[in-house]
């Protein structure tokens, strides 16, 4: 499941009263898999381009463990809000194998 969950685990370090990164813990310990972090573990990737905010990855993708032995690649294609300006946020694009 995914899509605009409007939290990120970069808010708290420009918030630090804020405690988003309680979402992706209780998230781990359900059994959820965070599709771009299991690729990119070193951190976010933005998803989320309006103005001079800072690269928050507000987009997520999630899946659980068995659906994770599958996953090849999550990315985020920023082009179509980067350069095309079609959206403020972009897409994460998954590839599975089959």
Same mark, same amino acid.
């Given at each position: 499941?995914?899509? *605009?969950? +409007?939290?990120? !685990?970069?808010?708290?370090? &420009?918030?630090?009263?804020?405690?988003?990164?309680?979402?992706?813990? !209780?998230?781990?310990?359900?059994? /959820?898999?965070?599709?771009? !972090?299991?690729?990119?573990?070193?951190?976010?990737?933005?998803? /989320?381009?309006?103005? +001079?905010?800072?690269? &928050?990855? +507000? *987009?997520?993708?999630?899946?659980?463990?068995?659906?994770?032995?599958? @996953?090849?690649?999550?990315?985020? *294609?920023?082009?179509?809000?980067?350069? @095309?300006?079609?959206?403020?946020?972009?897409? @994460?694009? @998954?590839?599975?194998?089959?």
């Amino acid at each position: 499941m995914g899509g *605009d969950w +409007n939290t990120t !685990r970069l808010w708290d370090h &420009y918030h630090p009263r804020a405690s988003e990164i309680d979402f992706f813990h !209780r998230a781990e310990r359900h059994g /959820w898999v965070d599709c771009h !972090r299991r690729f990119h573990p070193e951190g976010e990737g933005p998803t /989320w381009f309006r103005g +001079n905010d800072p690269p &928050y990855q +507000n *987009d997520h993708v999630f899946c659980d463990p068995e659906t994770a032995t599958r @996953l090849v690649s999550c990315e985020i *294609d920023a082009h179509p809000a980067e350069s @095309l300006g079609l959206s403020d946020h972009a897409p @994460l694009v @998954l590839e599975l194998r089959a």
